[in-house]
């Protein structure tokens, strides 16, 4: 049986979520009439999506191959990162985890500049860069997909934004053959993920969705196609990525 | 010269109501939606609804209940529409042999995490009126007012909110 005060020291607890950065930013916005307002990740996630679908080619110029202002420093490779900024994004991402989350361990980093993506297995997916850090949480679930010792199985993806750029993300596991991988983007740009503990990861500036996956493999490369809206991988045949647009659920966001 | 002053004064009373109850109108969001930045947004929406309708809402006994139901009202009406948003993809497919055990075992927590994760599984118009009662401390009449409906319904949702609640925790700790 659940008791009242269980009820309220757990919504209290939940609610202390909320940081004073959130409510400052609410604040602080002109809410009169024919002002902007400011930029939430869930309304420009929207915002963005809709953008992308509309006028694609514009929004490529504007936030593709590295050259945003908004992510100066990415490289559609992964880099490797100094051991302070390692040792600054897992202390960033390690305060931000979600409920449920604070035991989970990091299983893949992936570098790219100043940037780093933390991938905490099924419980969350961490991005730190110079000025932000951002935690996505994933619910638990018994499982997920295996794609083959040849091949990769989503296990997350999403297109959120910061500042107002969009950036895509996804994640997942890679079969124990799968040396590396080169994600092919809708408008023939390539992302080389992380490879790594049977894990990849990779994001990139803009909306534009991961159509397939070249995959080095010892007998040598394979191509998996991703199908944007399609079903989530669930099998060990061809798997077929099911990426999308939407906000994530991007629990923690700060400074 | 005195419409000037009356919209002075009107916009210093709007930006004194907005720094009075921004936290606990997005603490309240977040508790329903249980998503901060769609919170952000819910609450955005709220206050540019209410700086329209400022000369009314003003002059209102309770700006404060009006305000309240016009971002419950927003959350819920937006839930589908968020979950089409939401693109985690971990719509649990047939599970296998690869990561079983680790996911469960990262979610082996403690009891208030469970309680935490129920909560969030239940349907926003339960937990709307959970975190009513039980987070804001509304009398039933005021849960009432808020989403528009009967007392009866408050009583009956609530009531089948803590069931359901009682049902994911018992899930939960049947898991092996």
Redo the contacts between chains.
């Keep these: 049986?659940?008791e009242?005060h269980?009820?309220?020291?757990?919504?209290?607890?939940?609610?202390a979520?909320?940081g004073p950065g959130?409510?400052a930013?609410?604040?602080h916005?002109d809410?009169?009439?024919r002002m902007s307002?400011?930029g939430?990740?869930?309304?420009l996630?929207?915002l963005a999506a809709t953008a992308a679908t509309a006028a694609g080619v514009a929004w490529l110029v504007g936030l593709g191959a590295g050259t945003s202002n908004a992510f100066a420093g990415w490289s559609p490779s992964p880099t490797t990162g100094s051991s302070v900024q390692n040792a600054r994004a897992q202390a960033a991402c390690a305060a931000r985890l979600p409920?449920?989350?604070?035991?989970?361990k990091p299983v893949l980093s992936d570098t790219r500049g100043p940037y780093t993506v933390t991938i905490y297995?099924?419980?969350a997916t961490c991005i730190s860069g110079p000025t932000f850090t951002s935690v996505?949480g994933?619910?638990?679930?018994?499982?997920?997909?295996?794609g083959g010792p040849q091949g990769i199985a989503?296990?997350?993806?999403?297109?959120?934004t910061r500042d107002g750029h969009a950036y895509t993300m996804v994640q997942g596991?890679a079969g124990d053959d799968v040396k590396s991988a080169t994600l092919v983007l809708s408008d023939d740009s390539r992302v080389k993920a992380t490879v790594a503990n049977?894990w990849f990861a990779a994001w990139w500036p803009g909306s534009h969705d991961a159509v397939r996956a070249e995959l080095a493999t010892p007998t040598g490369t394979r191509t998996q196609t991703l199908r944007t809206g399609g079903p989530?991988?669930?099998?060990s045949g061809p798997c077929t990525l099911?990426?999308?647009?939407?906000?994530?659920?991007?629990?923690?966001?700060g400074p | 010269m005195i419409e000037l002053v009356r919209g002075n004064r009107a916009r210093v009373e709007f930006d004194a109501f907005v720094s009075a109850h921004t936290e606990q109108l997005l603490r309240t969001a977040y508790l329903v939606v249980w998503d901060l930045a769609e919170a952000e947004d819910l609450v955005q929406d709220t206050l540019l609804r209410i700086a329209k309708r400022w000369p009314r809402v003003r002059a209102m006994e309770h700006p404060t209940a009006y305000a309240r139901k016009v971002l419950v009202n927003l959350a819920l009406d937006g839930s589908k529409r968020r979950a089409r948003r939401e693109r985690e993809l971990d719509g649990s497919p047939p599970a296998d042999r690869l990561d079983r055990a680790s996911s469960r075992a990262l979610w082996q927590v403690d009891a208030r995490s469970e309680l935490i994760e129920a909560l969030g599984a239940l349907p926003p118009r339960q937990r709307a009126v959970l975190v009513m009662r039980y987070f804001l401390d509304l009398p039933e009449a005021e849960v009432a007012a808020a989403l528009g409906c009967s007392l009866g319904t408050v009583k009956s949702t609530a009531s089948r909110g803590l069931a359901r609640l009682e049902q994911n925790l018992s899930t939960r700790s049947a898991l092996p």
């Design positions: 049986m659940i009242e269980e009820l309220r020291e757990v919504f209290a607890a939940r609610a979520d909320v959130a409510v930013r609410l604040s916005a809410y009169r009439p307002r400011v939430s990740p869930a309304a996630g929207a409920a449920g989350a604070h035991d989970a297995s099924r419980a996505s994933a619910r638990a679930t018994s499982g997920f997909a295996y989503l296990s997350g993806a999403h297109m959120t596991r049977g989530a991988c669930t099998g099911s990426t999308g647009h939407g906000s994530g659920p991007t629990l923690h966001t």
